[in-house]
């Protein structure tokens, strides 16, 4: 069965569209990060500074987060990725780690889309 899968994302949100012959299917991850993010602050004596240790803690939950969106694509034979920031990249690389780079059809800045006109971009693009 070809698997297509189109996703939109950023810091706070991916929206999956998972398009197969028999229909399509729509996912959301949130990852639980605001909008300005603020961590417990430590006082920072043992690790670093404190912003060296928000800066880890930022990278480790998002690294989380995007952990759980490789988990639902990764049995894809096609990805589109779409997003208005850094997290598109960043999904890259930890794709590229996970060894699916080779599935991933197409890179794109996006601003927000919705769920309908992702799908319909998955759609235009159809693996032959």
């Not at 069965?1 to 729509?26: C, F, P, S, Y």
């Not at 928000?54 to 990725?81: G, K, P, W």
């Not at 920031?85 to 699916?100: F, T, V």
Request: net charge negative.
């Amino acid at each position: 069965m070809n698997k297509q899968i189109g996703l939109w994302i950023d810091h706070r949100k991916a929206v999956i569209v998972i398009v197969t012959d028999t229909g399509e299917e729509i996912k959301k991850i949130i990852s639980g990060m605001e909008k300005d993010v603020r961590f417990k602050r430590g006082d920072g004596s043992e690790h670093g500074s404190t912003e060296d240790m928000r800066d880890r803690q930022f990278e480790n939950h998002l690294n989380i987060y995007y952990d759980q969106v490789i988990a639902v694509i990764q049995d894809a034979d096609s990805i589109q990725i779409f997003g208005p920031g850094e997290a598109k990249g960043e999904l890259e690389k930890r794709i590229e780690n996970a060894k699916l780079k080779a599935h991933i059809f197409t890179i794109e800045a996006m601003d927000k889309m919705s769920d309908r006109q992702i799908a319909a971009k998955v759609r235009e693009h159809p693996l032959v």
